[in-house]
């Protein structure tokens, strides 16, 4: 039996590494003579985008760690090899996030440069639904009673294919609006990080997810 507290040690590791290099991008132009308040406000803005991207794919990377670290701990109780090399398909993605970021703040308004950032998240995105399905499907995997409980299953089912849906929608419109690109790209995080909100929508809307 492999050890799943090696697997899950080496990829908190490799977030806590992606985490810290996306500020690595944030760098001060070099600026010769007296700096004023104007000079340094004028920096700051000039660095608006490259803040943008920090920003988004801080907490998109939050997203995915919080997600990451729910199904091992709550779904896949044991593991094997195909899942550890699943598991690595998928730090390999995590790993390439502070490029494709450097891309998008560096071509803020730049289609492709969007839609490649959008794609890397789609790709982490697809990986972690691949994960979620082998470890339910597989004999060999341990996954408690997720199958028994409809209603957490149907809750993450409806968080991971709300993050592929979105995603597709904000590489399509990457190419009419940046907002609305980088607004699609964030919008299933609201249901990832926040607690308790498809207990919300359940209530609003009057459904259960039974």
């Known amino acids: ?22 500020v690595f ?12 308040n104007a000079t340094v406000y004028g920096i700051l803005i000039s ?20 997600s990451h670290n729910f199904f091992y701990s709550y779904f896949a109780l044991t593991i094997n090899r195909t899942l550890v090399l699943l598991n690595l ?35 982490i995105s697809f990986v972690n639904v691949i994960i979620f399905r082998y470890a339910l499907y597989s004999h060999e995997i341990d996954t408690g009673d997720l199958e028994s409980d409809s209603r957490l299953f149907k809750q993450a089912t409806i968080r991971q294919n709300l993050t592929v849906v979105s995603t597709l929608a904000g590489i399509v419109a ?3 609006s940046t907002a609305a690109a980088l607004l699609l790209y964030s919008f ?13 929508l ?4 009057g459904f259960k997810l039974e």
């Open 202 to 205: 359940e209530r609003i809307f």
């Open 25 to 36: 991008d944030i760098k001060l132009p070099i600026e010769e003579g007296i700096k004023t």
């Open 188 to 200: 299933p995080i609201i249901f990832n990080i926040i607690p308790g909100s498809l207990n919300m």
């Open 1 to 22: 039996m492999l050890n799943k507290s090696r697997l899950e040690n080496l990829s908190d590791g490799l977030f806590a590494i992606v985490l810290t290099l996306l």
């Open 174 to 176: 990457a190419y009419f």
């Open 89 to 123: 398909v998928y730090l390999g993605l995590i790993s390439f996030i502070p490029f494709s970021a450097r891309l998008l703040g560096s071509n803020l308004h730049v289609p492709l440069a969007i839609m490649f950032y959008g794609f890397n998240i789609l790709l």
């Open 47 to 66: 660095l608006e985008p490259l803040f943008i991207q920090f920003l988004i794919s801080f907490v998109v990377l939050a997203m995915f760690w919080i």
